[in-house]
């Protein structure tokens, strides 16, 4: 079956840096665009970065444009979330999610928790 | 950018009622509206996309209706798996924001 299952998040300090990681199963991972969706706690939804099946377009949220970048490893059916000059309300869940119609999400992981303190 | 303001924030209902819940968007988005469910701690689930169309496994009693900027999500005859959160979300452009979501709490 399909499944998404990320990994990488921890506690940083402000200014810091991770790496989110999403590991995909049970689709061909090269037809899909894929996407970043985050969720501070007790708070809603935030779309945070796409990138296309091919690689050759990617979009981010206005909030971490410049300090975040999306990439995938085809070969490795893994998608990536490079997280730079993180910020305390950088703090949340951060979800990966399979494009399946040109923006529709289906399905989801079940999260890498980022917590951002000093 | 659009942006979806989801109406009422939280409803209160009891099993065996209906629920419906608003989603509207700044500008046209056309039909390209889709739904989420969350219950807590749990990953969202694709409920409706393109503003009327279930995904797969979604039962009958969710439905959805709407074009252009308003838009509304259905649950007929609530069931105590109902009860979670319900965001909006467009496919129109980019950026891709969601609403602020409503809450579908037990009475």
């Known amino acids: 079956q399909v499944e998404l299952v990320e990994s990488g998040g921890g506690v940083v300090q402000p200014g810091g840096s991770l790496r989110l990681s999403c590991a995909a199963s049970?689709?061909?991972?090269?037809?899909?665009?894929m996407n970043w969706v985050r969720q501070a706690p007790g708070k809603g939804l935030e779309w945070v970065a796409n990138i296309w099946n091919d690689g050759t377009k990617k979009f981010y949220a206005d909030s971490v444009k410049g300090r975040f970048t999306i990439s995938r490893d085809d070969s490795k059916n893994r998608l990536y979330l490079q997280v730079n000059s993180l910020r305390v309300e950088d703090t949340a869940m951060y979800f990966c999610?399979?494009?399946?119609?040109?923006?529709?999400?289906?399905?989801w992981g079940q999260g890498t928790l980022v917590i951002v303190s000093s | 950018e659009v942006v979806l303001t989801q109406s009422p924030a939280t409803l209160s209902l009891s099993p065996g009622e209906s629920a419906t819940l608003s989603c509207r968007a700044s500008?046209?988005?056309?039909?390209?509206l889709v739904w989420y469910q969350q219950k807590p701690g749990q990953a969202p689930r694709l409920l409706i996309y393109d503003a009327s169309n279930r995904a797969t496994g979604v039962p009958a009693r969710f439905s959805g209706s709407g074009s252009g900027t308003d838009f509304t999500l259905t649950i007929s005859s609530l069931e105590p798996g109902d009860f979670a959160v319900y965001y909006c979300q467009h496919r129109s452009d980019w950026p891709r924001p969601f609403g602020q979501g409503t809450r579908v709490g037990i009475k």
């Open positions: 049970g689709f061909v991972f090269s037809h899909h665009g």
């Open positions: 999610a399979r494009d399946v119609h040109n923006g529709v999400f289906d399905p």
């Open positions: 500008q046209s988005v056309g039909s390209s």
